[in-house]
Each structure stands twice: as structure tokens, then as C-alpha cells.
């Protein structure tokens, strides 16, 4: 039968595509409450407890809730949600972050899932802090745009219901104080939290992440060939992480790597050599949110790592 996992939120968007690609694996067993008792607090906090690993798919306040009602020291838990990500005791469950992170994952029985916007930013900007060529106190901007299902259900909604009225585009974290930023610092390994500026546009899913940066500004003055260099040998030999090669132009698709759990790296320079564009191409469902959280459930359960990771997921 394998380990037992219980999905606490499986009808939310992120726990529907867990469970999809959970489901026929036999190297594990799904806990299911029915749907009469789905919200009951006391089935919940047994199968919490009944279970090996619990994957939390609730807003903050509620997978808190659900850390809480754990009593047995054996059951390990993967929160999906912003509330433990930067928690003390918690792991950050971004595997190729480090080259011992995954081996932390591994070990640990808290592991926090990433947000979707954080893991391109943190993949972007973490090598090159430790790297040496972006001081951690340089002011770092961090453009993105995602599809609306990042929004769950109620912006899906927007968009796919009977009246959807939702805009082709529209830009939102106007106030700079974006649920993301605590994590994308403190893992980015960042003096100061950056300006991020995110976006939704009128696709369902896929992402686009991307850091301007001023060369000519920095110590040393770094080409963006040692940009890239750096990326690729940071990323070399990861599974779902690849470096594209080095542009001068070109386009992007936020929507190209859509059903996986990979992400793709792409480095532009301009001609002067002054300024290059680090932009990070990710499904926001999949390495973003369902697959990232499959990766670290394997991890955790001693399974296969790219296990249920093979494309694609339909949406």
C-alpha cells in the first residue's frame, strides 16, 4: 500500500491537481474523508493524525488550525499555504535551492511548499547573491506575470463562470506589500525585500518572472555572460530546472511550460553590454503550486523524486 498521505483542501485548485497526480500511483494511498464529512473538524484531525504525510491545501489561518490538531509525532506535514514558509522549525521545501536542500527536505517532518511567484525570483536572484556578482543590498525589481488560476477559485470565476467579466490584463500588490515578499527575501538572501510588481493576464495558467538588472551598477561590473554561466552551473544537472542559452532578443511564452514541473532560464543582454533581463518561465500550477508540492512529498516519503512529475497535468 505505501505511505499514507491525506490532502487536508483537496477541492481547492492546488489540492485538485495533487490529488490528480496522485491518484494510480502505487507506491502510495491516498487518505479520503467523503464528502459529508470533508469539513467535519474531528474527521480531519483523525485522518491528520491517521496519515504519514499531511499536504495542507487551506488558507493561513487554517492550516495553522490543522498544524495545531497534530498529535502524533510521526505525522509529517507539507503546507501549501504562506503561513510556515519563512516559520522557524519549518524547511523551504524548494529543493534545487541549495545543494543540500533537498536532503533537507528529505529529513525534515515541516516542510513549507514555496509560493509560485518566489520560486522564479528565488531560482533568479539566490545564485547570484551567493555568487557574489548582486550584493544582497542591491535594489532588485521583480516583474511578473501569471495565468488567473493563481487566483483561485474566485478569480477563476471571473474568467470562466456564467458572467466572467475578468480583464485581459490587470496589475495588483500596488501597495508593495505582497504576501510573497517575506519568503522571496529571506531565501533570496536579500537585505531588503524587493519591489515586486505582479500581474494576472487572460490565460489560465503558466507564469513569467523576471529581474531587470542595471550591469553597468554593479561591483566589478559582471557581463551577463557570467550571468548565465553562473545560473547554468548552479542548475547544472537538475532535473527540472534548464538554463536557455544566452539572447540578445527574442520572445516569451508564460504559458510554454505548462502540465510540468519544470522551469526554464533565459538570460538577454543588450549590445552595450550594460544591462541584461533574467526572466524565469514556469507553470504557476505545476512548479508554482501542484508539482513543486508532488517533488517534496517524494522527497519526505523516500520516494522517487520526479515520481507523478511526468507531463503533463491537464488543467
Known sequence: MGPKVFIDGDAGTTGLQIVARLEGRRD????????????????????LNACDLAVLCLPDAAAREAVAMIDNPETRVLDASTAHRTAEGWVYGLPEMDAAQAEAVRGS?????????PTGAILIL??????????????????AVSGYSGGGKALIARYEGETADGPDFFAYGLDLKHKHLPEMQACSGLSHAPIFQPSVG????????????????????????QIHETLSSAY??????????????????????????????????????ERCLISAVLDNLGKGASGAAVQNLNLMLGLEEVAGLEPAIAA
Open 236 to 273: 547544472a544537472g537538475q532535473r527540472f530546472l534548464r538554463v536557455e542559452p544566452l539572447a540578445a532578443a527574442g520572445t516569451l511564452d508564460p504559458q510554454a511550460l505548462n502540465g510540468s514541473n519544470d522551469v526554464a532560464f533565459h538570460v538577454f543582454a543588450d549590445a552595450s553590454g
Open 28 to 47: 502510495l494511498s491516498l487518505l479520503r474523508l467523503p464528502e459529508d464529512r470533508r469539513k467535519d473538524p474531528e474527521a480531519r484531525r483523525e485522518a
Open 126 to 143: 539566490r545564485p547570484l547573491v551567493r555568487a557574489g556578482l548582486l550584493p544582497a543590498d542591491t535594489p532588485v525589481t521583480v516583474n
Open 109 to 117: 517532518k515541516r516542510v513549507a511548499n514555496p509560493g509560485c511567484y
Open 202 to 225: 487572460r490565460f489560465r495558467q503558466g507564469m513569467l518572472v523576471s529581474v531587470p538588472l542595471h550591469l553597468w551598477s554593479l561591483p566589478g561590473r559582471p557581463a551577463a555572460p
